[in-house]
Antibody, heavy 120, light 108 residues
Framework: EVQLVESGGGLVKPGGSLRLSCAASGFTFSRYSMNWVRQAPGKGLEWVSS????????YYADSLKGRFTISRDNAKNSLYLQMNSLRAEDTAVYYC?????????????WGQGTLVTVSS | SYELTQPPSVSVSPGQTARITCSGD??????AYWYQQKSGQAPVLVIYEDNKRPSGIPERFSGSSSGTMATLTISGAQVEDEADYYCYSTDSSGNHRVFGGGTKLTVL
């Protein structure tokens, strides 16, 4: 059974940092591109970042302005999102999702999300 | 930056056909994908590559695309189809992925 389990969310002060993890199981992690999508409270979905299976291709939303870094460890079946210089507007549920296409837009499995709250 | 535009809400009675549109300048060249999100749950892919339906998605869900507009159609909408629906695609470069603002479908 495919499972994606996010962790690492929590309360952080503005300007702080947080590292999210997504533990994958039930499939050959190294064969799939992975993605982060977030959803602010009561708002719509927002694409954050995508990384190809071998980390050769990495993409970010322009709105992040270089504050976030996506990475993966195929040996550990894990996806990461390092978030720095956090702002109140980064408050959201962060989902990891598996992509099944080369364009990295077709997501067949999602985690249940981890909540990040940026507040003083 | 690239945008996909959806109506904020659509309302139909049970058994009627619901149509949700999504407009974007790159849609003539890029596929549209549709995600359903029920309250408190993670999104679920219901249509990929404009008009393909993943296994397990009911046949009443269909998609089409023409020019700069993609459409999700739910034929014979049911109460359990009440959800937020998001279109998703990339800009013309393929480097940036964008969700539409979402459409709240009410079936009552």
């Amino acid at each position: 059974e495919v499972q994606l389990v996010e962790s690492g969310g929590g309360l952080v002060k503005p300007g702080g940092s947080l590292r999210l993890s997504c533990a994958a199981s039930g499939f050959t992690f190294s064969r799939y591109s992975m993605n982060w999508v977030r959803q602010a409270p009561g708002k719509g979905l927002e694409w954050v970042s995508s990384i190809s299976s071998g980390s050769s291709y990495i993409y970010y939303a322009d709105s992040l302005k270089g504050r976030f870094t996506i990475s993966r460890d195929n040996a550990k079946n894990s996806l990461y999102l390092q978030m720095n210089s956090l702002r109140a507007e980064d408050t959201a549920v962060y989902y990891c999702a598996r992509a099944v296409d080369t364009a990295m837009v077709s997501y067949d499995y999602w985690g249940q999300g981890t909540l990040v709250t940026v507040s003083s | 930056s690239y945008e996909l535009t959806q109506p904020p809400s659509v309302s139909v009675s049970p058994g009627q056909t619901a149509r949700i549109t999504c407009s974007g300048d790159a849609l003539p060249k890029k596929y549209a994908y549709w995600y359903q999100q029920k309250s408190g749950q993670a999104p679920v892919l219901v249509i990929y590559e404009d008009n393909k339906r993943p296994s397990g998605i009911p046949e009443r869900f269909s998609g089409s695309s023409s020019g700069t507009m993609a459409t999700l159609t739910i034929s014979g909408a049911q109460v359990e189809d009440e959800a937020d629906y998001y279109c998703y695609s990339t800009d013309s470069s393929g480097n940036h992925r964008v969700f539409g603002g979402g459409t709240k479908l009410t079936v009552l």
